[in-house]
């Protein structure tokens, strides 16, 4: 399989020359259509890591890849989520999702033309997170669970190739997490996206995941890379399998390992 | 008490302090024997109202013509320059020190001015009440612009938006609320504007009507054109009160 993604010994530094380096030698690649999680302490980077594979952020060094091209500003293939839902108080849940169409090209060109397709659409997609009879409720109304699943509605509305997530369930409690991994794995099981999901929860990342990178330590880079090559689709039971602790347990002596470090520097 | 009276009792408070102090006031004037010409008793405020309903009305009527038309220019140039100071950085830092300054100079001083410009009339009226409130919406627009959450700029930048999107789609709605609430403020002091400048240089309006009644020491009449400004002013804020509730009832969520 092709690489869809690839770093190459990328590094970014905020705030001028002097300023805080973020990145450093940052490396990875991420195959198309392939699941892949980064890990790391905290600070380590990871947010700035999707900065810049989606183009609001240029590297300070290094090379960014995607599809074939290298990223030199916001690509329209993306579709992006972060922890925070931020969907727009003032629109229904209908119209923050369709919002992406109102956007991107050649999409919002056509919005007027082919609206009832892509209402339907919309409507379709809230359907699969189950969220179909909340549609024209405003975002407020809603419990934060919710909120997050009509944001990944947003994030897919335009059938992005590459989904950015950035600790899209991190502020949910733990049976809404659970519960939404396995509606983000149907999706992504059905579509077939490149995925790349940032997060701190080592379990998400390898119930999730094809492939997990770990993160060292401010400024960031890869240091480990591990496969996971548990059966689809995976369900809660599999969250208890002896192979699927291991991996957890293998990525969290390795963060553990990379905080004493930095500890200790 | 139950909570359908509490509420009703709620509603009719301001009604029942406004008439509490007339009656304090009537009360006052007649047992302490104050002359009309210091302070008229409401009771006679009222006959004068009355007896000179129609140059009042008149007067009224071209006073709020004149603030409506400040208050229109206001609108557009608050806006415009609301949307300058808030979408970008170096309009604002180039031009918010300015507004500041602009701001502080009392705009009874700049009347003067503005009669020379403009002569005597409803002109110098629809400027001044222009200068008073243009301010105020500038400033709360610019701030509802500037104060966006970048993750929702995240979002849509991702996606390629432009800067033109980013202020149709997140900053112009998003600064909806804090427009509508500058607005309750403009419309009241675009009022104190046409009053100033038709006390200073009007043949016509309330304001001109309350200095000949000064010189004909006619205090009944003048109180009653303190009561009218009043109650032009009540009448237009609860209307854009109103108007700021339906437009933006998403950024009151959870009140009644």
Known sequence: MEDFVTLDNVALRYGGAKGTLALSGADLKIRKGEFAAVVGPSGCGKSSLMKLMTGLQPPTEGAIHVDGAPVSGPLSITGMAFQNPSLLPWRTLLQNVMLPLEIVRPHRHQLASRKEEYLAKARGLLKTVGLAEFEEKHPWMLSGGMQQRANLCRSLIHDPSLLMLDEPFGALDAFTREELWGVLQDIWLEKQFTTILVTHDLREAVFLADVVFVMSARPGRVIATHRVDLPRKRTLETTFDPKFIDIVHQIRNQIAQIREDSKAA | ?256
């Not at chain 2, 100071?85 to 705009?107: D, W």
């Open chain 2, 1 to 256: 008490m139950s909570e359908a009276m509490r509420r009703s009792i709620e509603a009719s408070m301001p009604w029942l302090v406004v008439v509490g102090l007339l009656v304090i006031w009537q009360a006052s004037v007649v047992l302490l024997n104050v002359p009309s010409f210091v302070l008229p008793a409401p009771t006679e405020i009222w006959a004068a109202l009355l007896q000179y309903r129609g140059p009042i009305f008149q007067h009224a009527t071209y006073t709020m013509i004149s603030t409506m038309a400040g208050f229109g220019l206001g609108i557009v140039v608050g806006l415009l320059i609301g949307i300058m100071i808030g979408s970008s950085r170096l309009v604002y830092a180039g031009l918010y020190p300015v507004l500041i300054g602009f701001n502080s100079v009392p705009k009874v001083a700049l009347v003067p001015i503005i009669v020379l410009w403009l002569g005597i009339g409803q002109p110098t009226a629809i400027a001044t009440a222009f200068l008073l409130c243009f301010f105020p919406i500038a400033v709360n627009v610019a701030t509802g612009l500037a104060t966006v959450e970048p993750e929702m700029e995240d979002v849509l930048r991702s996606l390629g938006a432009s800067r033109l999107d980013l202020i149709r789609k997140i900053g112009l709605p998003r600064a909806m609320p804090y427009f509508f609430a500058s607005l309750k403020v403009a419309i009241t002091l675009a009022f104190v504007g046409t009053v100033i400048a038709e006390t200073i240089a009007s043949n016509k309006g309330i304001g001109y009507l309350m200095i000949q009644a000064s010189s004909q020491f006619r205090v009944a009449l003048m109180f009653a054109g303190v009561g009218v400004i009043a109650v032009l002013g009540i009448a237009t804020y609860a209307i854009f009160a109103a108007i700021e509730k339906r437009m933006t009832g998403w950024a009151m969520r959870g009140k009644r």
